[in-house]
């Protein structure tokens, strides 16, 4: 069956960096969309960063552009986030996620497999 397993969360202090990574099993990787989402207590989960299968084009949150990179390694069947200049407000769950979709990767509802979740929490 599908997996989807996100590692390389931890707390850092605001300004920081860190690099999440979510390792995919069970489809073929290359052909599959992938999206980051975090989800911050109390709150809905929202999107920040997805990558699309055919041509690699990029989406990103208003709020972490240029400060996040979405990227995918086809050949391991990963893809990550660099997250730098990290704030406050971007502590949360981070969640990986598959589609096979092109189109639409900012909404949560075109995927169809999810990660478990890293936790990413960052102090003033």
């Known amino acids: 069956q599908v997996q989807l397993v996100e590692s390389g969360g931890g707390s850092v202090q605001a300004g920081g960096s860190l690099r999440l990574s979510c390792a995919a099993s069970?489809?073929?990787?290359?052909?599959?969309?992938m999206g980051w989402f975090r989800q911050a207590p109390g709150k809905e989960r929202e999107f920040v960063a997805a990558i699309r299968w055919n041509d690699d084009s990029t989406y990103y949150l208003n709020s972490v552009k240029g400060r996040f990179t979405i990227s995918r390694e086809n050949a391991k069947n990963t893809v990550n986030l660099q997250m730098n200049n990290l704030k406050p407000e971007d502590t949360a769950v981070y969640f990986c996620?598959?589609?096979?979709?092109?189109?639409?990767?900012?909404?949560?509802?075109?995927?169809?497999?999810w990660g478990q979740g890293t936790q990413v929490t960052v102090s003033s």
């Open positions: 996620a598959a589609t096979r979709d092109q189109y639409g990767l900012t909404y949560r509802g075109k995927y169809d497999y």
């Open positions: 069970g489809l073929t990787f290359s052909t599959y969309s």
